[in-house]
């Protein structure tokens, strides 16, 4: 068969070419398989830093939280014990009036010099 004036002879097999054609081929599929080993390797270390960067954030959000709760439990319990005092001293002003009302003869308005309605701002007790 002749193409373009060239005749047809069958091809030589050249075995150190094939074998080096077999060995490149060879070569660039391994290199090929360890540049993607690499990159999900590097996928999956990526990922996993991510997950962990997440979780100490996630550990930081609680742990601030839990330290704002308890600053503000800690808040809570200095202004019930100034209101105790506060209680205490009124109560205390109180009782000390009942006795100077005692003591000056004034009487309730029962008339009965009993027990006053005292009120520490919250209604009747």
């Known amino acids: 068969m002749l193409v373009l004036g060239v005749p047809a002879t069958p091809a030589q097999a050249d075995g150190a070419a094939s074998t080096r054609n077999l060995i490149l081929l060879g070569g660039a599929a391994a ?26 954030e996630q550990s930081d959000d609680a742990s601030s939280a839990y330290q704002q709760a308890e600053h503000a439990y ?5 202004v019930n014990a100034e209101l105790e005092k506060e209680i205490s001293y009124q109560h205390n002003v109180v009782a000390a009036q009942r006795k100077e ?3 000056l003869g004034v009487r309730d308005d029962d008339g009965t010099g009993g027990t006053a309605v005292v009120s520490y701002g919250w209604g009747n007790v």
């Open 31 to 56: 290199a090929y398989l360890i540049i993607q080993h690499n990159r999900k390797v590097h996928e999956q270390e990526a990922e996993r830093s991510q997950r962990q960067a997440a979780l100490e």
């Open 101 to 103: 009302l005692t003591a």
């Open 74 to 78: 800690q808040e809570e319990v200095t």
